[in-house]
């Protein structure tokens, strides 16, 4: 693991979200249910610890009853020279499906690349490059 890795809590669809995150990034899943973690204050099968490891990490979890679920405003994830411009061109198209473009991935005036897309999921990215 290196530097801040986000831990997102979701409403019932961890590892739809992280199946989701795994085909637009690539990498290892490992999903953890609640049965297996001994918990009760959820479903058996919901998610306990989801972990997305490769160029892009997440941790996610199914929130508990008393938990709240994600919710960010004013803080995108910035993927910003995290691959080569052709894999990040990629990860933007792949997240916009079902998405919402909020600003399209296009060169700057200062020359460099980026654009925001908000996921299905309600995650806000901020992808760009340099040339």
């Known amino acids: 693991m290196s530097g801040l890795v986000p831990y997102l809590y ?4 961890a590892r739809e979200a992280l199946d989701f995150y795994r085909e637009v990034f690539g990498g ?22 989801g972990q997305l ?5 997440l941790f996610a979890s199914d ?6 679920t994600v919710h960010i405003t004013g803080a ?5 020279g995290k691959a ?10 792949k997240l ?3 998405g919402t473009v909020r600003d399209q991935l296009q060169q700057r005036p200062w020359g460099g690349f980026d654009g925001q897309v908000t996921d299905r999921y309600g995650i806000r990215w901020l992808i760009g490059y340099e040339l």
């Open 10 to 13: 979701f409403p019932g669809n």
């Open 28 to 49: 290892e899943l490992t999903l953890l249910t609640y049965g297996e973690f001994k918990r009760t204050d959820g479903p058996a099968d919901a998610i306990a610890h």
């Open 53 to 57: 490891s490769g160029l892009v990490e």
């Open 63 to 68: 929130a508990a009853d008393d938990e709240e």
């Open 76 to 80: 995108p994830f910035s993927l910003l």
């Open 84 to 93: 080569e411009p052709a894999v990040l061109g990629d990860w933007f198209a």
């Open 96 to 98: 916009a499906v079902k």
